[in-house]
C-alpha cells in the first residue's frame, strides 16, 4: 500500500528516503509500541487501524497477512482524502484485477469511482477524453500499465495524484510495470522523474498536435500545383520537337515543382504559416538564380517562379497584413498557436531556447530532418525581435549557411561555439552521421530521429560532451512513443558489451559503393549492412592509404557507423538469442544430435576368422493370397530386448498390406568365406536396388567402376554395422537357414561384373564393343529358330523366363523378367521416344553406348523394374495423408505400370528369387521401425526402473519420444497431456504437505518453478534426452544398409564434428523458415525448444500408463525433480487439523456431507476448503484450493485418457479444457448446492453470486442450464477445495475422490456434444471448406463492436457481435455467423462435397475459341473489376498470388485435380527459361468457384513436380479470368 498526501515533500530531507524506511522505524516515529509485527492480528482491527494513521502520515508498505482486512484500510484512507478542503487531487488503485477492486470501493465510499483496463480501447484516449475522465472521477482503479502509459504520455502529472493504492505491490520486480512506477516516483530517481516532465530537464518535450490547417487553404494550395503542373505539361507537348533530351529536363522542373510543393506543406503542418510562407521565399529565392539559356526553359524556370509567387499571395492572405514573418512570441506566442501563424512544436522549441536567454555560454545543437526546416526557423530566429540572443548557425550537407567549404566549417564552428559567437547549430543526420560536433550544453532532436544510426550518434554527441539530449514528441502519438521506444530498446541492444554480434566488424578501407564522402570524410550509408560493406571494399580501387590520412577521431567515427549501419542486422541477430525465446517455448528452434542405436554396432569386420550373430527372422504375409515373400534374417552382435526382438507391423503397400513380423532364431556363425560372400550380396542387392552400382561417369570426368571393385570398406561403419540375408523358404518360424544359393548366385555375377568389359562402353578412341563375351557372334540375320534365349552371362528356355531376376551389365540396373516380348527384336522400331532419331533398338544401343549386339534378333525381354524405397509404415491411402494443398488429390492414385523393353544378352541372369526383391523393398520401413525400438529400449535401461511388477514396453517409450511432426499413426501428445497433470498433482501435493505454513501465493510460484517447461527443459537436456526425439519423417531414400552408397547425401554444414551438439546460444534461432526434423547426415536436425520439455512430459506419462504414481515418481526422480510422498507427511496434516479447535454448529456440515456422499473424519478439513477469505478467519481454503486444483485436473485427465483411447491430441485439449475450467467448476457448484455453504462476509460476492444464479437458463435439451454470465471465481474455488480436503481426508486415495466426485462432475463433455468457442469453430469450418472471412473490430472505450462477412458462392453473409471486449463481441458474432450457415446445412458435422457435385463447372478449353460474354455479364464486369499480382512467377508464387486475392476478395480457395505420366525416357520441359528433365511428368487441372458466378475450370501445362503443375495452372487461370474480365492483373 502506498499513500501519498504531500507530494511535494518528498524531495525534502535529504539523507533518507522515506519510502525505503523500514516498518519499525515507521512504527517508533508512530508510537505503534504494541505492533510487533505486521501479521499480529487482533479481533477489533487494531492493526489496520494503526496501518491507517501511519499511511495518513508516510508512504509505506505494508505486509498484510490472512484475515487482515485490506478493504478497512482503503475505505479509511479513500474518506480522509476524499473529505479534503484542498483543491481536487485524484486518488488512484492499482491492481492487476480491477472488476472486483472497483466494486468493493463503490460499495464503501460514497465517491465517484471508475475502472480502467485495456479492453475498455484506453490506449486509443486522447487527451482530451482522459481530462474528462479525471474532472468527472474521484477514485480511478486501474492497472499499473494503463498509469504508466498515462503518465509517459503526459495525460497525467503526479502533482494532481493525492493517493496512490499498490495492490499486491510484491509484484514490484524486474520489468514488471510496478518497478518501472517505482523508478518514476522515487525522488532519488532523478531520470525517472524528469522523463515525464514538460520543462525544461533532460528528457521528451511533449507537444500538442497542430490545429488542422484551413482546408481552404489547402485546397488552394493543391490547385495552384496542379495549375502550374500543367502548364509545365502544355510546354512540354509544344517543345517535344525543338530539342533532344526534352522529356528529362522537362521532367527535372515537374519534379522541382513537387518538391518545393511538398517542402512547404510540411513547414505548413509541422511550423505554422508564417515557416510556411519563410519556406515559399526560400524556395523562390533558389529559382531566381536558375540561369537558362534556351527560351523554353526559361519559360519553365518562370512557370515555377509564378507558381511559388501565387503559394505566397495565397499564404500572406491568411497572415497580419503589417508583417508576415514577425509575431510577438513574448507577448502573443498563445494567440499565434491558436491562429495557427506558430505550431505547437515550434513555440515549445521557442519556450526552450528562451531558457537560454542571458546565458551566451549556453550552445544547442538542434537535429532536423528536412533541410528546409533549418533555414525557416534560421530565417525565423534572425527576424524574430525577441529570439535576438541568438546566434543561429546551420549545416545541411554541402550547403552550410554561409558562404564556406564544408571542410572549412569542420574546423571554424568548434572555435565559433567557445567563444560563444555561435549558439544555436541547425544540423540534418545526414551531416551528423560524419560531423565532428563540438561540445555543447544541449542536443535537441526537433525532429524523431528515423534510423538507429542517428538516434544512436545523437546520444553519443550528448554523452560525449555531458550535455542533455531532449526529444520533441507529439502527445497521443502512440506512432512516434513506440518508434522512439524502439530505437531505445535497438540501442540497449547495440550496446551490449556482451551482444555475442558484435564481436567483429572490418572498418571501412577505401572509398567505394554504399560510402558518402563530404569534404574529407568517408561515411558508410547507414542503410547498407556489412556484409554488403565488406563486399564492396573488395572492389574498391583507391589506394589503401586513404584511410590512413584521417584524423584519429575520424578513423574512430567510421568504425562506430560500421557498427551501426548494420544495426537491423545486429538487433534481428539478437532478439533470436534473447529472453523472449526461453528454453521450452514454442518459438525457439534449437540444434540438436541424433543418438545411434548401440545395438546395431558391431565389430565383426575386423575378424579373419568369421563371426557369430544373434538372428532374428523376419516373416512377411500379404493379405492378397499368391502374393509370396521371402523371409530374411538380421544379423546383429547384440541381443535385442524381448520386446523388440519379438515385435510386429504393418507395410502399407498400394492396393495391399503386408504383415512384417520379427522373431529371435537364436545364434549363427559365420565363416570369414562366407561373411565376405553375404556382404557382396547386401551391397549388390541394397546398391542395385536404392543405389548405384557404377560410379563415376565421363560426364563427371572419373573414370566409370563397379562399386564392388572399389575400396568400399568407408561403407561399413562399426556404429552401423548389421547384415540382411535371405532364408530358405522351407525354414520352421523358429530357425533361420541363410539361402546360401541365394547368396552364392550373387556372388558370381559380382565376380562376371568385374571382369565384363562392357563396364567401360565406348572408350576414349571410339571402339566399340560387343556382346559376346567370348562366346560365338551369330550375325546371320537368319538364324536357326531356338528355344534358348541368350543372356550376357548363361542361356535360358524361352518358357522359363517368368519372374527370372536379372541385372542391366550397362547400367547396374536390377529388373524382374515379367515375358519375352514375341514379333519384337533389336531390330524393331524404337519407340521410346520416337523424336530421339534412332531407327531400332541396336541403332540406339550401338550410337549411346557403343554397344554391338551380337543376337539383335533375339525377342526383346519386358521387364519389371525395381522402386526407390518408400515409407511403407503409414497408410497414405487412408487419412494419414500430408496435406499439401486443399483436395489436391492426396490419395494414391493408380498408376500404369511403366516396363522397360531391353536385348536379353544386356542382360544377366541372377538365380535369385523374385520374391526376395520383393522383401527388399520391404526392408528399409522395417529396419527404420525396428531401430526406432531399439532406441526406445535403449532409453529405458538407462532410466532403469526396477519397481517390483513393473514394465514398461519399447512400444510406450517410443510414442512419447515421437513428434506430431513425424507423420506416424501415433505420438506423445495424448501421453504429454497426462504427464503435465500427473507431473502438476505429484508436485502440489509434495508442496503442500512439505510446507504446511507456506501460503497458496508461495505454493503456487514454488509448483510452477517445478512444473515450468524452462525447468522441464534444462532437465531433460541434462540427460541428453533431446537425442532420443523423433522430430521428422521418415525418409526412406536416404536409408542406407551397411555398404550402401547414398545417392541423396546431406553434407552437414553445422561445423560441428560430433553427432552431438553442445547447448550454446549459436545453435538456437527463432527463425519461421527453419525446417524442423530434417538431418543431416551427421544426425544434427532442428527441434522445438517446447518438444524437448513435453518429451519429459509424456515419459512421465507413459510411465504411469505402464506403473501408477510410483513408476511415474521414479521417472521424476531420474530426470531430477524432487518431489517424492512421503505417508508421515499425510497423517501430519491430518493430526494437525484434528487438534485445531473447533465447536461446529449444529448441523453445519452434515447437509454438505451428505451431498457431496462423503463423512470426513477431520471435519475441519471440510471447515476450512468452504471458508472464505473475506470472514478475516486465521484459515480459508486457498491452500485447499491449490491442491485441489491439480487433483481435479489429475482426476479428469485420467478419465478421459482411458475413456476415449481413440481420439486425437488435439481432441483430448479441447475436452480437458471444457472440463476443467473455474466456470464449468462454478456451475457443479451451483448444480449440486455447494454454493450455500460457502462461508464468506464480502457484499460484493455475495451480489455477484445472486447475479450468477438468476443468470441460469431454463434447461437444454441435455437437461443442463448454462448461464448468460460468468461465474464468480469463490464458487470454482470452492469445489477445489472440498476435492483437496478429500484428498487429506482419504489419505491421497484417488480412487475414493473419485467415485465421490465422478456424480458430482457429470454429465462430462463428450466428443460428440464438445462445443469449441465459436470463433475458433468458424475459422477451422471455414478452412476445411476452403472458405475466407473478414473481420472488423472498432472499440470506443465502453462497447466492442465486431463484423465478420463470409462469402458464399452466392450469398454474402455477415456477423455482427457487440460486447464489453473485442474477444466476446467477435465471439458473439461468429456465433451469428455460424447459426446461418447451419440453416444452409454447413456446419462442423456435414460438408459441402454434395453442393459441390452439382456444381456447374465451365471448363475453359485451352484452344483458340473464345467465349462471348452476354451483356448482362459485362454490365457488370464493368462495374468494378478487381485488380490482381503482379504475378510472382517463382516457384509457389502463382498460387501465392491467387491465395491473396482469393483472401481479399473473400473468394473460396481453389481446388487442383492432378495427373501422372511416367517414362523410361526422361521428359523435357522449359521451366524459367532453363531445361529441365523428368522421368515423370504431373498435368493440373484448377477449380476456382467465385461467388455468383459458375465455376471455371482450366488446366495448366505439363511440368515435372506436381507443385510446379499447380502453378502453371494457376497462370493459365489468372489470363482466363483476365480474358474475360473478371480480373485484370497488374504487370
Known sequence: MHSSLEPEKMEEGGGSNSLKRKFSEIDGDQNLDSVSSPMMTDSNGSYELKVYEVAKNRNIIAVLGTGIDKSEITKRLIKAMGSSDTDKRLIIFLAPTVNLQCCEIRALVNLKVEEYFGAKGVDKWTSQRWDEEFSKHDVLVMTPQILLDVLRSAFLKLEMVCLLIIDECHHTTGNHPYAKLMKIFNPEEREGVEKF????????????????????????????????????????????????????KFETYQKRLSIDYREILHCLDNLGLICAHLAAEVCLEKISDTKEESETYKECSMVCKEFLEDILSTIGVYLPQDDKSLVDLQQNHLSAVISGHVSPKLKELFHLLDSFRGDKQKQCLILVERIITAKVIERFVKKEASLAYLNVLYLTENNPSTNVSAQKMQIEIPDLFQHGKVNLLFITDVVEEGFQVPDCSCMVCFDLPKTMCSYSQSQKHAKQSNSKSIMFLERGNPKQRDHLHDLMRREVLIQDPEAPNLKSCPPPVKNGHGVKEIGSMVIPDSNITVSEEAASTQTMSDPPSRNEQLPPCKKLRLDNNLLQSNGKEKVASSKSKSSSSAAGSKKRKELHGTTCANALSGTWGENIDGATFQAYKFDFCCNISGEVYSSFS??????????????????????????????????????????????????????????????????????????????????????????????????????ATIDWSAINSCASIVEFLKKNSLLDLRDSDGNQCNTSSGQEVLLDDKMEETNLIHFANASSDKNSLEELVVIAIHTGRIYSIVEAVSDSSAMSPFEVDASSGYATYAEYFNKKYGIVLAHPNQPLM??????????????????????????????????????????????????VPRAVLKSIYLLPSVMHRLESLMLASQLREEIDCSIDNFSISSTSILEA???????????????????????????????????????????????????????????????????YIRNGAFEPRRWTAPGQFSLFPVPCKCGIDTREVPLDPKFFTENMTIKIGKSCDMGHRWVVSKSVSDCAEALIGAYYVSGGLSASLHMMKWLGIDVDFDPNLVVEAINRVSLRCYIPKEDELIELERKIQHEFSAKFLLKEAITHSSLRESYSYERLEFLGDSVLDFLITRHLFNTYEQTGPGEMTDLRSACVNNENFAQVAVKNNLHTHLQRCATVLETQINDYLMSFQKPDETGRSIPSIQGPKALGDVVESIAGALLIDTRLDLDQVWRVFEPLLSPLVTPDKLQLPPYRELNELCDSLGYFFRVKCSNDGVKAQATIQLQLDDVLLTGDGSEQTNKLALGKAASHLLTQLEKRNISRKTSLGDNQSSMDVNLACNHSDRETLTSETTEIQSIVIPFIGPINMKKGGPRGTLHEFCKKHLWPMPTFDTSEEKSRTPFEFIDGGEKRTSFSSFTSTITLRIPNREAVMYAGEARPDKKSSFDSAVVELLYELERRKIVIIQK
Open 197 to 248: 516532465a514538460t520543462t525544461v530537464k533532460e528528457g521528451p518535450i511533449l507537444y500538442n498536435p497542430s490545429p488542422s490547417c484551413s482546408l481552404e487553404l489547402k485546397e488552394k494550395l493543391e490547385t495552384s500545383h496542379l495549375k502550374f503542373d500543367a502548364s509545365l505539361r502544355r510546354l512540354q507537348e509544344l517543345g517535344k520537337d525543338s530539342f533532344l533530351n526534352m522529356d528529362n
Open 634 to 735: 538380421l544379423l546383429l552382435e547384440s541381443t535385442l530386448a524381448e520386446d523388440v526382438g519379438k515385435v510386429e507391423m504393418d507395410l502399407y503397400l498400394v492396393r495391399k498390406l503386408v504383415k512384417a513380423s520379427v522373431s529371435p532364431c537364436g545364434q549363427i556363425r559365420l565363416s570369414q568365406e562366407e561373411l565376405v560372400k553375404a556382404k557382396y550380396f547386401q551391397q549388390f542387392f541394397f546398391n542395385g536396388m536404392f543405389g548405384k552400382l557404377f560410379v563415376g561417369s565421363k560426364s563427371q570426368g572419373t573414370k566409370r567402376e563397379f562399386l564392388l571393385q572399389t575400396d568400399t570398406s568407408s561403407l561399413w561403419h562399426p556404429a552401423f554395422m548389421f547384415l540382411l540375408l535371405p532364408v530358405e523358404t522351407n525354414d520352421l518360424a523358429s530357425s
Open 862 to 911: 519386358k521387364l519389371k523394374q525395381s522402386h526407390h524405397a518408400h515409407n511403407l509404415l503409414v497408410d497414405f491411402n487412408e487419412e494419414m495423408v500430408v496435406k499439401t494443398e486443399p483436395k489436391a488429390g492426396n490419395v494414391r492414385k493408380r498408376k500404369p505400370n511403366i516396363h522397360a523393353h531391353l536385348p536379353p544378352e544386356l542382360l544377366a541372369r541372377i538365380d
Open 961 to 1027: 519420444v515421437t513428434t506430431l511432426t513425424c507423420p506416424e499413426s501415433f505420438s506423445m501428445e495424448r501421453l504429454e497431456l497426462l504427464g503435465d497433470s500427473v507431473l502438476k498433482y505429484v508436485a502440489s501435493c509434495h508442496l503442500f504437505l512439505k510446507y504446511p505454513d507456506k501460503d497458496e501465493g508461495q505454493l503456487s510460484r514454488q509448483r510452477q518453478s517445478i512444473i515450468s517447461n524452462s525447468n522441464l527443459h534444462r532437465l531433460t537436456t541434462s540427460r541428453k534426452l533431446q537425442g
